[in-house]
C-alpha cells in the first residue's frame, strides 16, 4: 500500500511539473529568445545594407577607430559616435543600458562580450549649445544655423 | 569662439546685416571678417577624411609672468571638457587623473613666487613613446602625443618614464560618465591631449586656453608652431623662453616665459 501511495505521489508530481512547464516563459526546442531590434530613433537608413552591418560592423569600426585615433582622420560614416546618435533607445537613452537597448540585444544573444563601451560614451552627444563653455557663444550658433536655410 | 566676437561688436546689427555676414562666412570662407581678424576656423581646420599632417606642429606657450596665484581656471576647464574629476571631488585623492596641474613654485634664495600650469609637455622626441611595450603611446604627425587605449595595457611605464609627471592611469571604472569626444576608460594611461577633438573640430584652440583667455589672464596661447604667421611664433620669436628641462632635449612643444 505504502509502495503504491508513493508511486501515485511520483505520478503526479510528474504531471504537475511537466503541465507547468506547458505555461512557462521558458525556451522552447527553437532556441533562445531572439534579440529586440529596437528602431534607430533618427535616420532613415543604415550607412550600409542591414545584413552586411550585421555580419561586419566590428570590421568596420575597427578600420575606423585606427584611422581616427592615429591620423586623426574624422569622417563620420563609420564612427561610432554616429552610430550612437542613432541607435540610442528612446528609453534610456542609451545603446547599451538596459537589455533590449540596441547593442547589448543582440551581444547577449550573441554572447559576444562589447568592450567599446569601457571608454566610450553609450548616450549620444548633447547639443553644443548645451556646453557650458560654449554658453556664451551659442546663441550665435542659431543665429548662422537658421541663416542657413 | 573669438572668431565670432566681431559679429557682436557691430550690436546694432539690422536682420539683413545679420543675414550676409552668414552669407558671407559661408559661402566666402578664408577671407577675412574684418581688417586682421582672420576666421581661425578656416586658418586651421582640415576636413574630417584628412589626415593630421607634420606640416603643423602644435604647441603652447605659457606665460608665468600673467599667470595668477592661486586661480585654477585652466584645471577647471579641462576637467569640464574631458570629462575626468577634480582631485578635490575624487575619492582616492593619490589615484586621481591629472590631465593638467598649477604649480606655486618659490625661489629659495630671493623668495620670489611663479605660478605655471604643468600638463604634458607633447615633446617631439617623448620618452613615454620610447618605452611603450606595445606602441600605444604615439605622437601624431602634427606633434600631439597620444595614449591609444585600443592597445594600452596600463603597465604604466610612460608614467615612470615621463620628466613632468604629466600621465595618469585610470583606476576605476567610470561606469559611462565620459564625453562622447573623450572616450577613456579603467586600466588605461592618459594625459592631456591638447584637446584633440577641439583640434580636430577646427577650434584651433583648447579649453585651458579658452578658459585663461575668458579669465583675462591670457597667460596660455596655443597655436602651430610650424606656421611662421601664427601667433604663437611671433610671440616666441619676441619672448625669451624656456622649455622644462631643457637639458633632456626633447624639444618639447610647450614653452614657459618668465621661468
Known amino acids: ?149 | 569662439m573669438s572668431e565670432l566676437k566681431p559679429m557682436s561688436d557691430n550690436s546694432p546689427n539690422s536682420p539683413e546685416r545679420r543675414r550676409f555676414i552668414g552669407a558671407a562666412t559661408a559661402t566666402a570662407a578664408g577671407l577675412t571678417l574684418a581688417p586682421g581678424v582672420m576666421l581661425i576656423e578656416v586658418a586651421h581646420g582640415r576636413p574630417d577624411e584628412q589626415a593630421a599632417s607634420s606640416a603643423v606642429r602644435w604647441g603652447m606657450l605659457v606665460d608665468a609672468t600673467q599667470c595668477a596665484t592661486g586661480c585654477d581656471d585652466c584645471v577647471t576647464a579641462c576637467s569640464t571638457e574631458n570629462g575626468w574629476t577634480p582631485i578635490a571631488e575624487s575619492q582616492h585623492k593619490k589615484q586621481a587623473p591629472q590631465w593638467i596641474r598649477k604649480l606655486e613654485l618659490q625661489n629659495p634664495l630671493t623668495q620670489m613666487e611663479t605660478s605655471l600650469p604643468m600638463m604634458c609637455q607633447h615633446c617631439a622626441e617623448p620618452p613615454c613613446v620610447d618605452v611603450c611595450p606595445t606602441g600605444a603611446s604615439f605622437k601624431r604627425a602634427d606633434g600631439i602625443v597620444l595614449v591609444n587605449r585600443h592597445t594600452c595595457i596600463g603597465c604604466r611605464y610612460c608614467m615612470m618614464a615621463c620628466p613632468y609627471k604629466a600621465r595618469s592611469l585610470v583606476h576605476e571604472s567610470l561606469n559611462d560618465t565620459q564625453k562622447p569626444d573623450v572616450p577613456r576608460g579603467i586600466g588605461c594611461v592618459e594625459a592631456c591631449t591638447f584637446c584633440v577633438q577641439k583640434v580636430d573640430r577646427g577650434d584651433g584652440t583648447t579649453a585651458c586656453v579658452e578658459a585663461c583667455t575668458a579669465a583675462g589672464h591670457n597667460a596660455l596661447l596655443f597655436g602651430d608652431m610650424n606656421d611662421p604667421e601664427s601667433e604663437i611664433s611671433k610671440r616666441l620669436r619676441e619672448l625669451p623662453t624656456k622649455q622644462v628641462r631643457a637639458d633632456l632635449n626633447l624639444n618639447l612643444g610647450v614653452r614657459y616665459h618668465g621661468i
Not at chain 1, 33 to 60: F, Q, S, W
Request: net charge neutral; with cysteine; proline share 4%.
Open chain 1, 1 to 149: 500500500m505504502k509502495r503504491l501511495l508513493a508511486l501515485g505521489a511520483v505520478v503526479l508530481t510528474t504531471a504537475a511539473l511537466a503541465w507547468a512547464g506547458l505555461d512557462d516563459d521558458q525556451p522552447k526546442a527553437g532556441g533562445a529568445p531572439k534579440p529586440v531590434i529596437a528602431e534607430p530613433t533618427k535616420g532613415e537608413r543604415c550607412v550600409e545594407d542591414e545584413a552586411y552591418m550585421r555580419r561586419n560592423h566590428m570590421k568596420l569600426l575597427d578600420h575606423h577607430r585606427d584611422e581616427t585615433v592615429l591620423q586623426g582622420i574624422r569622417t563620420k560614416k563609420y564612427s561610432l559616435k554616429e552610430c550612437v546618435n542613432c541607435h540610442a533607445s528612446k528609453k534610456t537613452g542609451s545603446v547599451a543600458t538596459a537589455k533590449d537597448d540596441f547593442c547589448v540585444s543582440c551581444h547577449s544573444y550573441a554572447a559576444v562580450k562589447i568592450d567599446c563601451f569601457d571608454c566610450h560614451s553609450t548616450k549620444p552627444q548633447a547639443s553644443l549649445a548645451m556646453h557650458p563653455l560654449n554658453a556664451e557663444a551659442a546663441h550665435y550658433k542659431h543665429e548662422m544655423d537658421g541663416d542657413e536655410q
